[in-house]
C-alpha cells in the first residue's frame, strides 16, 4: 500500500511563501508522476501543479503559473509544492497525489492521495 504523508500548510499572510511537503512510504525512483491538488468548499478538487516521473515536465494552470513550483527529490522519497506571493484565493486543503502513469494531467488517473493539509492566506 503506497502512503503520501502531507506537511509543511499553515496560516499565512497574502504575499507570503510556503512549502509543502510530501513524503511517500515507498522508494519513487522513475515510476510514478507526481500532481498537487486543492480543495475549497463547494468547489471540485482542482489541480494545481503536476511533475512527470523523470522531472522534465512540469504543468501549471495559469492561476498559479509563475508563484507555484512542484519538485521531486527521489532520494529522500519526497515531492514539494513551492508557493510564492499567496494570496487569500490560495487558501485551500492541498492534497499530493501519485499515478502510476509517468505524467498526467487528469485527476482519475492518480491513484494514490495523501490526507491533506490546510494552507490559509489572510488579506
Known amino acids: 500500500q503506497v502512503q503520501l504523508v502531507e506537511s509543511g500548510g499553515g496560516f499565512v499572510q497574502a504575499g507570503d511563501s510556503l512549502r509543502l511537503s510530501c513524503v511517500l512510504s515507498i522508494d519513487i525512483d522513475r515510476k510514478y508522476g507526481f500532481g498537487w491538488f486543492r480543495e475549497t468548499p463547494g468547489k471540485e478538487r482542482g489541480l494545481v501543479a503536476a511533475?512527470?516521473?523523470?522531472?522534465?515536465?512540469?504543468f501549471y494552470p495559469d492561476s498559479v503559473k509563475g508563484r507555484f513550483t512542484i519538485s521531486r527529490d527521489n532520494a529522500k522519497r519526497t515531492v514539494y509544492l513551492q508557493m510564492t506571493t499567496l494570496q487569500p484565493e490560495d487558501t485551500a486543503v492541498y492534497y499530493c497525489?501519485?499515478?502510476?502513469?509517468?505524467?498526467?494531467?487528469?485527476?482519475?488517473?492518480?491513484?494514490?492521495w495523501g490526507q491533506g493539509t490546510q494552507v490559509t492566506v489572510s488579506s
Open positions: 497525489a501519485a499515478s502510476r502513469l509517468s505524467y498526467t494531467l487528469r485527476k482519475i488517473d492518480y491513484h494514490y
Open positions: 511533475i512527470s516521473s523523470n522531472g522534465g515536465r512540469a
